[in-house]
């Protein structure tokens, strides 16, 4: 499942001193091709349009063959050695985002679990076109994650780290990304 | 106030027309007064924005430009409009139209502008001391170029479906009472068109 570099010790010791030092671990090509580009014809798959104005706008997405990838114990032990611990559940929701969508900071968003995870799938994206996830914390700088097929993204969970996803813009066109959003307890 | 707004709204009848429009609104009291400056004014006012420094805004739930409080402008044209809408004058006629009782001199007045792929995410306005809203459009979109006022419907506390859609045209203001129920957004402007307004809030 995972690109083989990512599994050896070295690297994730190096992404385990990270994970303690910042708080939040980015990396690319997280998965090996063949299992990204079997995912992805996945990623795209059922959906259902949701949007409440003051809160958000996106296609919510079934897709089995994902939530068995990300919630397997492949993915809890690789995790939990980055993290430090013994991983129990991982709870998942897959979002897709296209043209108008968006989420919005909200009071009521809760934190749950020691880690949030977000996985992208999606084809070259400009990021003038929007959709860039912003994990803002306090007394930090807020952090943007560029929209990136195969990029992976590791943040602590913290009532004060709360996170958006910009609107997507009119130039994003029929283009489309799917957030695999995981809760890690 | 009678040297900037157009003469025909300050007639009793227009007067008594936009308060039933006003009290109608739906999907909640609002109302729409078309060439509600002079054209002048408007021109003015447009001259003036280019010569006034505007901030790029970012976050969540919006992306424009915005120039500082216009209290502190220094430009003229900019400084004759404010001073109408901080008159008895105007209070006194806003207060006549919707009803709702506000002070002359407490405003909050902005300029705005919003380009392509600028907008404003829905939210209701609601802070305290705010009672109505303004926007005075000082350059115009048509439809399909994007910049509307869009006006949604409140459904058991939470907002619902645009009901309407009000497109920017120079020299129309809208007005519209804050409350929990005044859900409302710029959509997204999509085309290559500058919306300039001025706007804020009476308390």
Redesign the interface.
Known sequence: MFSEIYLLPDTKEQLCLAWQSEGYVQIDHLLSVDEYIRLAKSAWGKGKQVE???CYSYELVTAPALHKAFGEELMKHWLGSILGGKIRTIKLSLRHFGK?D????HDAQKSEGVARFFFIFSGTWDA?W?GTL?VRREKAQTLEVGIKGNRFFLVRSREEWRS?I??V???AGKETFVIVEGTVS | MQELVSEEVLSGMYVAEKMTAFQRGKPFPHVVFEGFVQKSVVEGLLKAFQKEPFEQKRADLFQFSQTFDLHASKQKAIKAVVKVLDSKEFAEYLTRVTGVKVKAGASDVFGSLYRSTDYLLCHDDQLEGRKLAFILYLTSLREGQGGALALREDVKGVPGKVVKRIHPKAGRLVVFAVSRKSWHQVEEVVSQGNRYALGGWLH
């Open positions: 409440r104005a003051d108008g968006y989420t919005l900071l003038s929007g912003h958006f910009q609107y813009n009119h130039l």
